[in-house]
């Protein structure tokens, strides 16, 4: 066999086994991360939320749940909470937004791991990991131990047999 076939057959193996690692350093086991909302969109905006009415969703649509009794000062949602239940974050040193309809007071909290958790009027906002997608509101209403609530322009919605008018006002 010549030389330059021998060559040619070893950069074959060559190039097969790197394409053989670069595919295998490109699996992360399946899991992805998700894709960030576009960069000149609100943080957060007002939309129909069903039979809860206008409710507070992220950029990308998806509902803003609150914790019941949660602040910025006492997070209850961690660990593996965060696993169902995945905070509204910005990176650190900005700045979230609001869009139409989102008149009440939007900030930052810090949370332990470091991560910077939007707030609406004080609550630590959160989305849900099993809402369908944009307009889902599955997670209104779940006690896990800790009863979560989609959050409107107003406040808490209330939940079902709550006849207090709902709203962090009244």
Same mark, same amino acid.
């Given at each position: ?40 969109? $609100?943080?957060?905006? *007002? ?5 809860? #009415?206008?409710?507070? @969703?992220?950029?990308? =649509?998806?509902? /803003? +749940? ?36 989102? $008149?009440?007071?939007? *900030? ?5 791991? #470091?991560?910077?958790? @939007?707030?609406?009027? =004080?609550?630590? /906002? +959160? ?44």
């Amino acid at each position: 066999m010549s030389t330059k076939r021998r060559r040619h057959r070893l950069s074959g193996a060559v190039l097969g086994l790197i394409a053989l690692l670069v595919a295998a350093c490109g699996d992360d086991g399946g899991t992805t991360a998700p894709a960030p909302a576009d960069a000149g969109a $609100d943080t957060m905006n *007002a939309a129909d939320g069903g039979d809860l #009415g206008e409710i507070l @969703v992220d950029a990308d =649509g998806n509902t /803003l +749940y609150i914790v019941e009794g949660e602040t910025g000062d006492n997070i209850m949602c961690a660990d593996a909470c965060l696993d169902a239940w995945p905070p509204l974050t910005v990176p650190a040193g900005e700045e979230p937004s609001a869009g139409d309809g989102v $008149d009440g007071t939007v *900030a930052t909290v810090e949370r332990e791991d #470091g991560t910077v958790q @939007v707030t609406y009027e =004080g609550f630590p /906002l +959160y989305t849900f990991a099993n809402d369908s997608g944009p307009g889902d509101v599955s997670g209104h209403g779940i006690t896990d131990p800790i009863t979560w609530h989609a959050m409107t322009p107003d406040g808490p919605a209330p939940l079902d047999g709550d006849d207090s008018g709902g709203g962090i006002y009244g």
